[in-house]
């Protein structure tokens, strides 16, 4: 109870920090070298890539650090993006089929970039949709979408996407528990959660050289809530943890039922122990119906699959796979260190930081050094564990980053600040304010076995007065630290793309490199390509028009298309036929009920329009491509039907 009180009295504080009575000049004096720091001259590259989450955007952008400039604001993952095309396009839309059929939005809270040897190679990045469960990869030499898996079973996608070191799975652990299997046993009164209610966690194998996902095998869990996760590296390598809250398992007023405990745990999963059950043939099948799309490198098109079963493994009977290690007050965070050694917990309503300890953890293990269980499933005793608690660090730790030397980072939501700690002594030696209630911290290569200590970026909610106000929505605001020396020293504000939770940060030369730069025409397996302008043609198939079009510099062929009538299917495929970096065109036709086409060098690309009147339509180039852009452009004559 008087944690409580305290916590609510944190939590005026940091409201009256949210609505600005902390002194305005406050961190606003920065000392002279803070903007050399950041300034990255004209015609010079940033240091590291930035890959932010933009939530409830449901896509990505990307920023480069240190200078905090955007590159891109939005790179189109689960939600559709008329700026080109993305869900829009014939070729873009199967990427954004669900089991539910085509989902067009969802909330993209984390990222992760891929690993060897828990070191960033940065070939893909994953992202989370918490609302429509599903895991999506980005390729990195293209920066485009190039796959997402539906994860079934699931109820929520928000403990997602973690990998382990090489990259072997992704994970995704549901934050709603909910009921699972065949329609009678999913129509079941709410108030029965607690038997018929499951957690589940899936593990998503990644294949080593494409990258190509699959629902390897899922785990039956109690029905918590789950929430972050961290994979173990190097020591404790084989090895994933999750926070869970609601270990209290209600299902309504979770505000004050799931806040009942003391403690909640930290799942430790073994899952090299899970992989021997499945190659003993110990999974099961169970029916699960999901969307696996991927997108074509050779036609560029996506396909999307509906599977309908998974492997499953019930840990319950299954011995040694999950151990709980008590976590005081609703963990969010749970942050492995680079040695792989300490696992850290965030309970967001607790006062101390708790850091376990992996040696210990498997020796309790061993030494069944148990306090009780869950549905058979060991709890370890917390002393045990622990390698110490951070005491007094600030109020309501969120998540933690390291800096490879031998230092965490920790995000205070209610007492808005990171708090620079020691991992080995427990000792505070930093802390600096956050403008205002900060959720996530990145660091550079900070969740990996080799941190980049050089920055630290603090991504903050409720970023009031910050910056020009736009009406009653205000942008979120990244704040960049220098975490070089002893004392953190923030150097530079700046706005986000949506609300920014997880990000992630790389040495821009593991990529910068390997950037494609056009499509090779003659590698376009698209079939219905228009390879140069003696391929452009109308073709008409019943009631469906195909116009076979190509765009150079600075024409569309055919620019002046007849015999269409009201009523028919007309698909424009463009063909873009330059072989330059950076010369896209773009389509678009006067009332068509969908977005542009942005077309790539050397891409085919597909809109699809429906005439509903007679008339001739103008069609033209959207995206400015040569000093006759203003003259790329046609007519589309319509008939009566
Ligand atoms: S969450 Cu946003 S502050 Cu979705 Cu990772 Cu913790
Ligand atoms: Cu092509 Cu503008």
Redesign the pocket.
């Known amino acids: 109870m008087k944690t409580r009180l305290w916590l609510l009295a944190g939590a005026t504080l940091a409201m009256a920090l949210a609505t600005g009575c902390k002194p305005k000049g406050a961190q606003s004096a920065l000392s002279g070298d803070a903007a050399s720091k950041v300034y990255v001259a004209p015609g010079q590259h940033d240091e590291f890539y930035n890959i932010v989450s933009g939530?409830f955007n449901g896509q990505m952008s990307v920023v480069g650090l240190p200078s905090g400039r955007v590159f891109k604001a939005i790179l189109p993952v689960f939600s559709v993006h008329p700026e080109n095309g993305w869900g829009f396009s014939e070729e873009t839309k199967p990427m954004l089929n669900t089991s539910h059929g085509f989902v067009p939005w969802d909330d993209l809270?984390?990222i992760a970039i891929s690993t060897t040897n828990a070191e960033h190679d940065a070939r893909w990045a994953f992202g989370n949709a918490?609302n429509t469960p599903r895991i999506a990869r980005v390729d990195l030499t293209t920066f485009k979408t190039v796959e997402i898996i539906e994860i079934p079973n699931s109820g929520g996608n928000?403990s997602s996407p973690f990998i382990t070191e090489n990259t072997e799975y992704v994970v995704a652990g549901t934050r709603f528990s909910v009921p699972t299997g065949d329609d009678a046993s999913r129509d079941v009164p709410i108030d029965t959660y607690k038997e018929n209610f499951k957690g589940t966690i899936s593990f998503i194998s990644v294949d080593k050289d494409h990258g190509d996902m699959e629902i390897a095998f899922q785990l039956e869990a109690p029905p918590f809530n789950f929430?972050?996760a961290r994979a173990g590296k190097k020591k404790s390598h084989g090895w994933f943890f999750f926070s869970t809250y609601n270990t209290e398992m209600a299902h309504t007023l979770l505000e004050v039922n799931a806040s009942q405990k003391d403690k909640d745990f930290i799942m430790a999963v073994n899952w090299k122990k899970a992989e021997e059950y499945i190659k003993q043939g110990k999974g099961k099948k169970v029916k699960a119906k999901y969307a696996h799309n991927k997108w074509d490198e050779d036609t560029h098109m996506a396909t999307s699959v509906i599977k309908e079963e998974v492997l499953s493994l019930d840990p319950r009977e299954l011995k040694d796979i999950i151990y709980f290690i008590p976590c005081p007050k609703s963990p969010?965070?749970t942050d492995t260190d680079p040695t792989g050694e300490y696992i850290v917990g965030s309970g967001k309503l607790a006062a101390i930081i708790p850091v376990f300890s992996f040696t210990k953890m498997l020796q309790a293990i061993e030494n069944q050094d148990f306090e009780g269980s869950v549905d058979g499933m060991p709890v370890l005793r917390y002393e045990s564990v622990l390698h110490g608690e951070v005491e007094k660090p600030g109020l309501g730790p969120?998540?933690t980053e390291f800096d490879g030397r031998g230092n965490a980072y920790t995000?205070f939501?209610v007492s808005s600040e990171v708090v620079k700690w020691n991992i080995e002594t427990l000792q505070v030696l930093d802390r600096v304010p956050t403008f205002y209630s900060v959720?996530?911290l990145m660091i550079p290569g900070g969740p990996t076995g080799k941190p980049h200590g050089k920055y630290l970026v603090a991504?903050n909610?409720i970023s009031k007065d910050r910056y020009l106000p736009t009406g009653p929505e205000l942008a979120h605001t990244a704040q960049l630290y220098d975490i070089s020396g002893d004392k953190m020293q923030l150097l530079l504000d700046f706005p986000t793309v949506g609300?920014p939770?997880?990000a992630e940060a790389f040495p821009a030369s593991l990529i910068k490199d390997k950037q494609v730069k056009f499509f090779p025409l003659e590698k376009n397996k698209h079939p219905r390509a228009a390879k140069g302008i003696n391929d452009a043609r109308v073709e008409r198939d019943g009631n469906k028009v195909h116009i076979y079009m190509t765009t150079i510099r600075s024409n569309f062929r055919p620019d002046n298309i007849e015999g269409i009538r009201v009523g028919d299917e007309v698909y424009f495929h463009v063909t873009n036929l330059e072989q330059d970096w950076d010369v896209p065109h773009g389509f678009a036709v006067k009332g068509a009920n969908t977005a542009e086409l942005l077309v790539m060098p050397g891409e085919t690309a597909t809109l699809r329009w429906d005439p509903d009147r007679v008339g001739v339509f103008p069609f033209y180039c959207t995206d400015f491509c040569s000093a006759l852009h203003q003259e790329m452009q046609g007519y589309i004559r319509v008939s009566p039907a």
Do not use: P, T
């Open positions: 939530g809270h984390h918490n928000h929430d972050l969010h965070g969120l998540h995000s939501f959720g996530h991504y909610k609300e939770h997880y």
